[in-house]
């Protein structure tokens, strides 16, 4: 937990991780006693196609979110779209099935009272046509941590997003390990949620993540949101470059913010024709903070 200036607290959780009940090497007991010991509040267990239950009270004292991993489709037919897909927060077990389609599995999710993450478009290469195919999930990964080298490629799925929300696509945005090997993988990613002076169970946990209170992490702690006609990031810790992404093709030099000294407050002009807006910030030590797409009316 962490409390920042205004005393509000935040709780930190993963939300795709993997133990020995599918293919990961650690099993769920010692999966939850790293992600303790490493701070964090609340973690889900996604295992593929091995629906793993709630505890609000589990004895690592980490409080634990219904979860699985859903896959559908080829690793050889991209064209035809590979979907991976994140169950939570699911009242029961869902029962979904490898005869279901990405669809069905979606509309079981929400009638059993879940919600759904479209797990690393950019490693499934997912385009816009095939994501925007899909309706009912709630949000998508823009960075996925075991996507990333030494175990593979492709962790970073912004541009993806991009696309995507110049269409009017506007998902919630998470980062996530998707720890299978903790080699390295697990603690890079994360979000961290506000709850303010609320207690954390999987309630307020679920009223936050559907109102949007939280950020996409791997370090920077940083508030975005619009003033007057200015995007602002502000960041209670120190960070190095600060980028904003909107539906335009730039000029030079109007949308990164990058200094020599610590940045604590970026702004960026919101001009006419901009459909969209979010942030991206980094830190000296190069961790980045992902914020919410924010869309713009004019």
């Not at 937990?1 to 205004?6: A, E, G, L, Q, S």
């Not at 991009?162 to 009017?168: E, F, L, M, S, T």
């Not at 890079?188 to 949620?193: C, E, G, N, T």
């Not at 939280?214 to 990031?233: H, K, M, N, Y």
Request: charge should be negative; aromatic fraction near 12%; glycine fraction near 10%.
């Amino acid at each position: 937990m962490y409390i920042d200036k205004n005393g509000d607290r935040w709780y930190r959780g993963n939300l795709h991780t993997h133990t020995t009940v599918s293919d990961g090497v650690l099993s769920p007991e010692a999966v939850k006693k790293l992600y303790r010991n490493m701070g964090y509040d609340f973690i889900a267990l996604t295992d593929h196609w091995k629906y793993g239950e709630g505890t609000e009270c589990d004895p690592s004292g980490l409080l634990v979110l219904s979860g699985c991993e859903y896959n559908f489709g080829s690793i050889f037919d991209a064209e035809s779209g590979i979907f991976h897909i994140i169950s939570l927060l699911t009242e029961r077990n869902p029962e979904i099935y490898e005869s279901d389609s990405p669809q069905a599995a979606l509309d079981k999710i929400a009638a059993a009272g879940g919600i759904s993450i479209l797990a690393h478009p950019a490693w499934s290469l997912n385009t816009p046509d095939l994501y925007l195919s899909l309706r009912g999930y709630w949000g998508t990964e823009i960075y996925n941590s075991v996507s990333g080298t030494p175990f593979n490629c492709r962790p970073y799925s912004g541009n993806v997003i991009d696309q995507g929300a110049v269409r009017g696509f506007y998902p919630a945005l998470v980062a996530d390990d998707d720890a299978h090997f903790y080699r390295g993988e697990e603690g890079m990613s994360y979000i961290m949620v506000r709850l303010g002076d609320k207690p954390l169970c999987t309630e307020n946990l679920r009223t936050a993540l559907l109102s949007g209170d939280f950020i996409a992490t791997q370090g920077p702690f940083f508030s975005f949101g619009i003033e007057g006609d200015e995007a602002v990031l502000r960041s209670e810790t120190p960070l190095s470059c600060v980028t904003f992404f909107t539906n335009a093709a730039f000029a030079w030099d109007t949308c990164t913010v990058a200094k020599s000294e610590p940045i604590f407050e970026a702004r960026f002009k919101i001009e006419k024709g901009y459909t969209f807006v979010r942030a991206e910030c980094t830190s000296p030590s190069g961790e980045v903070g992902y914020s919410r797409i924010i869309p713009l009316k004019h």
